[in-house]
């Protein structure tokens, strides 16, 4: 099994639509999740951390499943510059908390 | 807002030649860790740093590789010998804080490398 596995996509949607990627890890031993944002050719930007049972930050919303080791990001109401490839990262536990990103899923929203 | 900086944005080398990629952290973070990305790949764990030595490497990280942290501000990756396989963008990221739950790490813009 992958570290950490995510649906590489592409995902089309319409503008206004709501989207929801998944993602499962590993390692029942990581305790933090994020979701990041990379467009093309650019660095890696936090989108949300996710924490015991999820949050919410305006359209977007994560959950956590420990018990199935499995994350989601929901984004409601599509915007065009949502676009990009949304990667869901888990920290590796034992000391230096290194990261262990998903390949990406990725989003197109069309007009 | 504070950000992670790097320098160059690109670098063009020779196989086999010495390169330095440099970044300066956020700077009241303490951890650094350097990744690299292979283009149409995922994001990899290279190397993280602390407290002026390395915390963890992973296998990539061979001794063709090495960090330094020269002067309280910047965060260097050097490549003694690049191999074509070397090509790839090369991001830096800091953090503030490690424990169990709050341990966000920031990005660089990223060194694209070719090695030709």
């Known amino acids: 099994r992958k570290e950490v596995e995510q649906d590489p996509g592409p995902f089309n949607v319409p503008e206004g639509a709501t989207v929801a990627f998944n993602c499962t890890y590993s390692?029942?031993?990581?305790?933090?999740f994020f979701w990041y944002r990379q467009d093309c050719r650019k660095e890696p930007k936090l989108l949300m951390s996710?924490?015991?049972s999820g949050n919410e930050d305006g359209r977007f919303t994560a959950q956590l499943n420990r018990a199935s080791q499995y994350i989601s990001l929901l984004i409601r109401d599509s915007k065009l510059s949502d676009s990009a490839t949304y990667l869901c990262?888990?920290?590796?536990?034992?000391?230096?908390?290194?990261?262990?990103f998903g390949t990406g899923t990725r989003l197109k929203v069309l007009a | 807002e504070p950000e992670v900086t790097q320098t160059p944005s690109h670098q063009v080398t020779q196989m086999g030649q010495e390169v330095i990629l440099r970044c300066v952290p956020i700077?009241?973070?303490?951890?650094f860790y350097w990744y690299r990305q292979i283009l149409g790949q995922k994001v990899e764990f290279l190397v993280s740093?602390?407290?002026?030595?390395?915390?963890?490497k992973s296998e990539i990280f061979d001794d063709q590789f090495s960090v330094e942290r020269p002067d309280g501000s910047n965060f260097t990756l050097k490549i003694r010998s690049t191999k074509l396989e070397d090509s790839a963008m090369y991001f830096c990221?800091?953090?503030?804080?490690?424990?169990?739950?709050?341990?966000?790490?920031?990005f660089g813009p990223g060194t694209r490398l070719l090695v030709l």
């Open positions: 740093f602390y407290n002026n030595e390395i915390s963890e």
């Open positions: 990262v888990v920290n590796k536990p034992g000391g230096t908390y290194k990261y262990i």
């Open positions: 390692n029942s031993a990581s305790q933090s």
């Open positions: 700077s009241n973070h303490l951890y």
């Open positions: 990221a800091s953090g503030l804080t490690r424990t169990e739950t709050e341990e966000t790490q920031y």
């Open positions: 996710v924490y015991s």
